[in-house]
């Protein structure tokens, strides 16, 4: 006969314990960058809802601001940094192969041995991220899951590239997740449409880049308007998807935070889901710019921080990216 194995169960409910972030020092407007390009700073608003962004500088690095974002948000929710079972770091650009983000943001953090590993979902790997912590919390695997978001895209953006010289910055955000006594995060609504990964891609393989004579950085390239086209409708109905899947309505919502790619794909699919005007939605991204993995936290932090949001109030996420990958979750803000 065989052994019969034994199982753990965790909390029955879980959501967003705390929130934090941290923005590079650096400030740049559009006027540094439209010469490069032969732009202005009238058409970059135009196109993108941009007026400036946050580049990290040499000292700002994936893992040291993931650690500065992570430190606010366990400060935030009262939680020391030994109570955390599980660290997990959505980015795609940390240029190490291995060791991953996460375990070097662990140790600096002071976790006691927490579990510690990196997603690549582009832009929609933050709330993948929140999509496997709160399975963890409710499952047994963690109780205390940080949940980090950090970029420094600087350094795969090319600055002559018209179609996203403009676009990409650099930041981290993130949130500690951990038992609650009602329901702080619904169930996740994702997916993935590999047969249009050119859409958002990084422009050369480290083997070509190797083998070229004259070796130059792999750089992020986009057709903003199929994006554009994909985002802006197919995201709405997996918005509508994720509050279904939730059993609530627009009526509900307080708050709407979507990933900070363009502030006419945010207005669009706002129009599209019919969303009630006293709903506040995240404009984060006419400040700092498009931030990849972190700009959900980013976005939802300024939203807590300058009081437009309240603890308790119902936000919906919604994120997408290269891939193409997506995902979307109704939370309950800390």
């Known amino acids: 006969m065989s052994a019969r194995l034994a199982t753990v169960s965790g909390a029955e409910y879980a959501g967003i314990l705390g929130v934090g972030s941290y ?74 192969q291995t060791p991953a983000a996460a375990p070097l943001i662990a140790h600096q953090l002071g976790t006691e041995q927490a579990a510690a590993f990196d997603v690549s979902a582009a832009c929609a790997g933050f709330c993948y991220g ?36 403009f676009i990409f910055a650099d930041g981290a955000g993130a949130v500690l997740v951990g038992p609650t006594d009602t329901p702080g995060i619904g169930p996740v609504v994702w997916g993935s449409d590999g047969e249009q990964d050119e859409l958002i891609t990084q422009r050369e393989n480290w083997k070509s ?73 995240a404009r984060d991204i006419a400040e700092q710019g498009n931030t990849s993995a972190a700009s959900i936290p980013l976005a939802l932090d300024r939203l807590v921080a300058e009081g437009q949001v309240s603890s308790g109030d119902t936000a919906l996420l919604v994120a997408f990216g290269a891939g193409l990958a997506y995902a979307a979750q109704v939370v309950t803000v800390p």
């Open 130 to 165: 929140m999509a496997l912590a709160s399975d963890m919390v409710r499952a047994g695997s963690a109780r205390h899951v940080l949940v980090i978001g950090s970029e420094k895209l600087i350094d795969i953006t090319d600055l002559t590239d018209r179609s996203t010289a």
């Open 23 to 96: 923005r590079p020092t650096r400030l740049v407007p559009n006027a540094e960058l439209v010469d490069a390009i032969d732009s202005s700073d009238e058409w970059i608003q135009q196109r993108s809802g941009i007026r400036t962004r946050r580049w990290a500088g040499d000292d700002e690095t994936v893992v040291s601001m993931g650690v500065a974002a992570a430190q606010r948000a366990l400060e935030h929710a009262g939680v020391d940094a030994a109570q955390v079972d599980c660290v997990l770091v959505a980015t795609i650009s940390h240029l190490m």
């Open 209 to 281: 880049v190797i083998a070229d004579p004259d070796p130059q950085m792999p750089h992020l390239v986009m057709q903003g308007n199929a994006v554009f086209r994909w985002a802006a409708f197919t995201m709405a109905k997996v918005a509508s998807q994720a509050l279904e899947q939730a059993g609530l309505t627009v009526d509900d919502l307080d708050a709407f935070v979507p990933h900070q790619a363009n502030m006419r794909i945010t207005d669009a699919m706002a129009r599209a889901m019919k969303l009630p005007d006293r709903v506040t939605i």
